[in-house]
């Protein structure tokens, strides 16, 4: 089995920061691509920004310049550093990570339970 935990959510003011981490553990052979993606109230989930494994990045336009994702392999760990926080960015966070659980195994994608970001005065 393998999970995935996300922690660091919480209400903050608007223009503050938050870091959002999310630990894989269980019986992981290999990681592969790790996200977060968010899902606001009324609103479909959407990505937020990738990592592959060697490091690149990829980002949503809406959060650009403003949040960082990092990886920590050998920790099997996921970051989101959230700078200039919006009321807009208001939402469910959560990590997924493409894992195989075995040398022949298939890429399987699984998520963490998310962690509530609530940017508010």
């Known amino acids: 089995q393998v999970q995935l935990v996300e922690s660091g959510g919480g209400l903050v003011q608007p223009g503050g920061s938050l870091r959002l981490s999310c630990a894989a553990s269980?019986?992981?052979?290999?990681?592969?691509?790790m996200g977060w993606h968010r899902q606001a109230p009324g609103k479909q989930r959407e990505l937020v920004a990738t990592?592959?494994?060697?490091?690149?990045?990829n980002y949503a336009d809406s959060v650009k310049g403003r949040f960082t994702i990092s990886r920590d392999n050998a920790k099997n760990t996921v970051y989101l550093q959230m700078n200039s926080l919006k009321p807009e960015d208001t939402a469910v966070y959560y990590c997924?990570?493409?894992?195989?659980?075995?040398?022949?195994?298939?890429?399987?994608?699984?998520w963490g339970q998310g962690t509530q970001v609530t940017v508010s005065s």
């Open positions: 997924d990570a493409m894992i195989k659980t075995g040398r022949g195994t298939f890429w399987g994608d699984y």
């Open positions: 990592i592959t494994y060697g490091g690149s990045t």
């Open positions: 269980g019986n992981i052979f290999s990681i592969g691509f």
